[in-house]
Nanobody
Framework: QVHVVESGGGFMQAGGSLRLSCTASGRTFSDLAVGWFRQGPGKEREFVAGISWGGGKIDYADSVKGRFTISRDNAKNTVYLQMDSLKSEDTAVYCC????????????????WGQGTQVSVSS
């Protein structure tokens, strides 16, 4: 069983930055592809960004391209989501997900999920 934990959420004004972190235990971290998803108020959960086990493949949702950056440090068992130029529409619960398969954009691509961390952006 893989245990996934997110941290780093909080409150920020529009235009500001936040960095989320995701750690996973129970499996060799460098074996895992990791994705970030979010669910805003009254919305369905959506893909935000994903990174392959070695970092060689990265994908972003169109809505965050150029503003968010995903990266990983396998020595620290951590994946980061740097969020810059935040907008009010980025307000959501952000969840980290992991799996042994390659990076994907679908919820079904990931078997292991964290509880989520709240990000609130005021306009």
């Amino acid at each position: 069983q893989v245990h996934v934990v997110e941290s780093g959420g909080g409150f920020m004004q529009a235009g500001g930055s936040l960095r989320l972190s995701c750690t996973a235990s129970g499996r060799t971290f460098s074996d895992l592809a990791v994705g970030w998803f979010r669910q805003g108020p009254g919305k369905e959960r959506e893909f935000v960004a994903g990174i392959s086990w070695g970092g060689g493949k990265i994908d972003y949702a169109d809505s965050v391209k150029g503003r968010f950056t995903i990266s990983r440090d396998n020595a620290k068992n951590t994946v980061y989501l740097q969020m810059d130029s935040l907008k009010s529409e980025d307000t959501a619960v952000y969840c980290c997900a992991a799996d042994l398969l390659g990076v994907g954009k679908l919820i079904s691509n990931y078997n292991y999920w964290g509880q989520g961390t709240q990000v609130s952006v005021s306009s």
